[in-house]
């Protein structure tokens, strides 16, 4: 029997890499002699980097950026073999780099991520994935377009300061591209993306994902105004339409300066991610999936990585095993997407510290659970089609 394990990450305990560790050591208990392929993914946030990195082969990059709340962070990017380069916004403006009491996205900037592209661009970048999940700010890029050479102008055409917020963009009267980065328009950028949201309005990025990063009612009034106004600043300078564009919203808008600014083409992180490591080449042969997130739920099946998995797994005649770390009460959805059977690591009430504590160890105990549910249906199989002895 040939098993591919193919999880994402589970969010704040294991990596893909991980989780995926602790699956087969939980299979091997029961099939030792199994073979095991083991494909750890992302969708274009955390861990994503990595799973290109082990794939496709290449090496790590460090460099200190501006973090999003404008101190130095030591970021890290991938170069594959191939000189393609993979980022993650995350590694410069994500979410976990602001502490709880701190977050608030009128404060936090994008500028470390144009820091980071301009690094790869300046060591001859020409190919780049950039993933944009997990972000903690909410200026439509402005920042990041500032570090890569626009200058942002305030009503007296004097340039804005490095670093501008989500709570700068109403000072923004002009935006200068004359000066950015000539690079950028020699580089092909593909941005992993699974958020279809527009720049602005009830579905935007301050109205949907604000309160995410910690802005309350009235912060993200404000913030979608500023999304509003420089938004439409980015339509004028560069002729292209933003504001109600698929996917502008994206990681706090900053789809939006790289559709508009940087000539970016956006892709489904999960799909981006399966065909860059020819994932449905790796699965010829195969007899069960196992693939599995930190929670699956009525959402898995919009751009998730398991349920990418789970489609191609099934236009293959492959069946496939969702292994989670808890199931919602509407994971049941996911049947309908490719999903033969669902399974959680959690089997008691605990709190939610508890629950990422122990997650290697709940983990592999599922799957060899699921090792013995697979001993099982063999069994069953060969009797009820051995004819009964006369």
């Known amino acids: 029997m040939k098993i591919v394990i193919a999880p994402d990450s589970f969010k704040e305990s294991l990596s893909a890499r991980a989780a995926a560790n602790a699956i087969e050591t939980g299979l091997r208990r029961v099939l030792p002699a199994v073979e095991v392929v083991k494909i750890p993914l992302a969708d274009g946030g955390e861990g994503t980097v990595d799973a290109l990195l082990g794939a496709l082969g290449g090496r790590r990059v460090r460099v200190w950026v501006t973090g999003p709340l404008a101190k130095p962070v030591n970021a890290m990017y991938g170069r594959l073999k191939d000189a393609s380069v993979v980022l993650e916004m995350a590694q410069a403006a994500g979410l976990p780099l602001v502490p709880l009491a701190l977050r608030n996205p009128l404060k936090t900037t994008t500028y470390g991520v144009g820091e980071l592209l301009a690094h790869a661009l300046a060591r001859g970048a020409r190919r780049v994935l950039l993933g944009l999940g997990g972000s903690a700010t909410n200026d439509g890029g402005a ?56 720049l602005v309005g009830p579905r935007g990025a301050a109205a949907v994902y604000g309160p995410q990063k910690g802005a309350n009612p009235a912060q993200v009034q404000v913030l979608d105004a500023g999304l509003r106004h420089f938004g439409g600043l980015l339509e ?14 994206a990681a706090g808008g900053l789809g939006a300066a790289l559709l508009g600014v940087a000539g970016g083409q956006m892709h489904s992180g999960a799909d981006l991610v399966l065909r860059l ?114």
Request: net charge positive; with cysteine; charged share 20%.
């Open 236 to 249: 004028q300078v560069t002729g292209t339409r933003l504001l109600h564009r698929a996917g502008a919203g």
């Open 277 to 390: 490591v020819d994932f449905e080449n790796l699965l010829r042969g195969a007899d069960l999936v196992i693939t599995g997130e930190g929670c699956l739920d009525k959402q898995t099946r919009f751009g998730k990585t398991p349920a990418a998995v789970a489609a191609l797994a099934q236009r293959l005649g492959i069946p496939v095993v969702g292994l989670a770390g808890s199931l919602s009460i509407d994971a049941n959805v996911n049947f309908n997407h490719g999903f033969d059977a669902l399974m959680a690591a959690v089997t008691h009430p605990m709190t939610t510290a508890a629950a990422l504590g122990n997650a290697r160890h709940a983990l592999s105990a599922a799957a060899e659970r699921l090792a013995h549910w697979l001993l099982f249906a063999q069994r069953y199989t060969l009797r009820s089609t051995v004819p009964p002895a006369r």
């Open 143 to 198: 920042g990041f377009i500032q570090a890569l050479g626009a200058r942002l102008l305030d009503a007296r055409g004097r340039p804005l300061a490095a670093g501008v917020t989500g709570g700068d963009l109403a000072r923004v009267k002009a935006i200068d591209l004359t000066t950015l980065d000539p690079r950028l328009s020699q580089c092909e950028i593909l941005v992993a993306c699974d958020v279809r949201n527009p």
